[in-house]
């Protein structure tokens, strides 16, 4: 491992910098390769270092969850996995995009109250029409008005057609978005059933390890390994995982940097 700050080049397998100006949040980001005033050079770190990477006071914990991630960093697998893979596979092809059929709704709405309108027009002017004749008045004008009601009429009949499909559309389509959203619920639903029991078989498989781990963390020794502090939890997770980026410490459990690597089995900085 090698750090690099503001021209100071620290490097070994186990690093005291808090002679120097950092912060364990700088310290972090550069070993988790993102952005960050302080360079890291480490092996890359993996999802248990998300976990138990930077121990600190106050720290909280999912003991059993970060214990998992543990067991995988070492290469131990669960019977759950296959089913959850192909679990999450199909939820990542489910789009359930967000669809209303409010303004298609709105749409037939008027459409009908604009076409009722225009009928009413359309018998109006029949009406005045017919009267017209029965009095020998001259009807060339009304029936052009007429012709252009019925015209306005016939359009607007089409667009209420139109917007009663559009509005058939969009209810079917509404109804298939619902019907994929139950289909993701239960397939939610499912992968987190997977999940909770390939958790559990991990944990099995490391719990032993774990109480021990518990038990040689220097400090008070709770007695029951999951009810540990943070600190001490994270740092038996970090002595049962395979830990190959460095473990940033922020707290005083170790006599020395040297000390936490040797237990942790891993690279150190201690801040």
Known sequence: MILSFEGTIREGRALDVRDLDLT???????????????DVTAPEHGSVHERVGHVRPGMGLSTRTALAAAAR?????????????????????????????????????????????LRERVAALRGRVQAARERGDDTEELEAELAAAVRDLSEAETERVA????????RDAAREARDVREQRLKLADRRANLERAARAHLVEQVDTEYAEAVAAVPGRTPTNPYEADGVTAAL????????????????????????????????????
């Open 24 to 38: 364990a949040a700088a310290v972090v980001a550069a070993v988790r390769g993102r952005e960050s005033s302080v």
């Open 163 to 170: 917007a009663r499909e559009r509005f058939d559309a969009a």
């Open 73 to 117: 960093s070492r290469g131990l697998s669960a019977p759950q996995d296959e089913q959850l893979a192909a679990v999450r596979a199909e939820l990542s092809t489910l789009d359930c995009p967000s669809v209303s059929t409010r303004a298609e709704r709105r749409s037939v709405s008027e459409q009908g109250a604009e076409t009722e309108r």
């Open 236 to 271: 038996a997770v970090g002595r049962v995982a395979a830990l190959n980026a460095p473990v940033v410490l922020d707290c005083d459990r170790f006599d020395s940097p040297e000390a936490a690597a040797s237990w942790l089995d891993a690279p150190v900085v201690r801040l």
